[in-house]
T-cell receptor, first 111, second 115 residues
Framework: QKEVEQDPGPLSVPEGAIVSLNCTYS??????FMWYRQYSRKGPELLMY????GNKEDGRFTAQVDKSSKYISLFIRDSQPSDSATYLCAMSGRTGNQFYFGTGTSLTVIP | DAGVTQSPTHLIKTRGQQVTLRCSPK?????VSWYQQALGQGPQFIFQYYEEEERQRGNFPDRFSGHQFPNYSSELNVNALLLGDSALYLC??????????????FGQGTRLTVV
């Protein structure tokens, strides 16, 4: 069993839709949870960085962490064609030394 | 403020050869981690350098080695290249705050093709 599971998609939505992206994990020691956006053939770009359970909002993006269910989510409101990319979830233990990534979800926002 | 920079951006090598990839961390960061990302997969942790020493290592063979310099920049070396080493190699930098790392920022990666 992989430490982090993420549905690879692909996911296709119309412009303006609300997008929900999810990851599950098995290691209860994970305490830091990140979402990265990766455009084709580019490096991952940090979108959200959260610690432990709860919600965090930044503009059109909301990250949710439910440690009791070992489940994290990223919501994108009013999605735009420029949001079309692969979204990677990542998590780490207390020190943050090593990140464990999901496989990424490919998202296409159709104008 | 320059972010994380990696060089070269692309590289083609022959099986059995050796390769060196370079990374300059974000200004103010002192910790460099290297990841390998195969096509269609998430990045896999290779190792992390802090204070010029390898602090943690993932499940990669000894053919993968690294170095960190006093200015915090880093190199990743891969010996005896295999076709399976073809991937995007990513460098991430962060700041160590008393043993706890801040969020990590990635460079644009070096795409290595082994033929």
């Amino acid at each position: 069993q992989k430490e982090v599971e993420q549905d690879p998609g692909p996911l296709s939505v119309p412009e303006g839709a609300i997008v929900s992206l999810n990851c599950t994990y098995s290691n209860s020691a994970f305490q830091y949870f990140m979402w990265y956006r990766q455009y084709s053939r580019k490096g991952p770009e940090l979108l959200m960085y959260t610690y432990s359970s709860g919600n965090k909002e930044d503009g059109r993006f909301t990250a949710q962490v439910d440690k009791s269910s070992k489940y994290i989510s990223l919501f994108i409101r009013d999605s735009q064609p420029s949001d079309s990319a692969t979204y990677l979830c990542a998590m780490s233990g207390r020190t943050g030394n090593q990140f464990y990534f999901g496989t990424g979800t490919s998202l296409t926002v159709i104008p | 403020d320059a972010g994380v920079t990696q060089s070269p951006t692309h590289l083609i090598k022959t099986r059995g050869q050796q390769v060196t990839l370079r990374c300059s961390p974000k200004s103010g960061h002192d910790t460099v981690s290297w990841y390998q990302q195969a096509l269609g997969q998430g990045p896999q942790f290779i190792f992390q350098y802090y204070e010029e020493e390898e602090r943690q290592r993932g499940n990669f063979p000894d053919r993968f080695s690294g170095h960190q310099f006093p200015n915090y920049s880093s190199e990743l070396n891969v010996n005896a290249l295999l076709l399976g080493d073809s991937a995007l190699y990513l460098c991430a930098s962060s700041l160590d705050r008393g043993g706890l790392l801040t969020e990590a920022f990635f460079g644009q990666g070096t795409r290595l093709t082994v033929v």
